[in-house]
């Protein structure tokens, strides 16, 4: 069975770096031809994707957030990551990691139960 693990600070300071790391076992994050990436709710908003990488590597990121996003990966411990830097009280959300499978019609087949992280002083 697959399973994420989302893990990093429940609390950010506005200005501050927010870093989240995902956990993945029962499957490898190089597996062709899947992708790996993170996700928030907020209320307003709604799901949106952040960043995904893919198993060779490819990068995506929000238009609206590329600016101030990064997803790296570490293939030897099976996880990846995300740097969110200038963080505001905007980016208060529940943070998901989930992989997504292009060869099952590109679902979004697995989840992380998500962290809540609070922006603010």
């Known amino acids: 069975q697959v399973q994420l693990q989302e893990s990093g600070p429940g609390r950010v300071k506005p200005s501050q770096t927010l870093s989240l790391t995902c956990a993945v076992s029962g499957a490898s994050i190089t597996t062709e031809y899947d992708y790996w990436g993170w996700i928030r709710q907020t209320p307003g908003k709604g799901l949106e994707w952040i960043t995904y990488i893919s198993y060779s590597g490819m990068t995506y990121y929000s238009p609206s957030l590329k600016s101030r996003a990064s997803i790296s990966r570490d293939t030897s411990k099976n996880l990846f990551t995300l740097e969110l830097n200038s963080t505001s009280p905007e980016d208060t959300a529940i943070y998901y990691c989930?992989?997504?499978?292009?060869?099952?019609?590109?679902?979004?087949?697995?989840w992380g139960k998500g962290t809540q992280v609070t922006v603010s002083s």
């Open positions: 989930a992989r997504v499978a292009p060869l099952l019609d590109y679902a979004i087949d697995y």
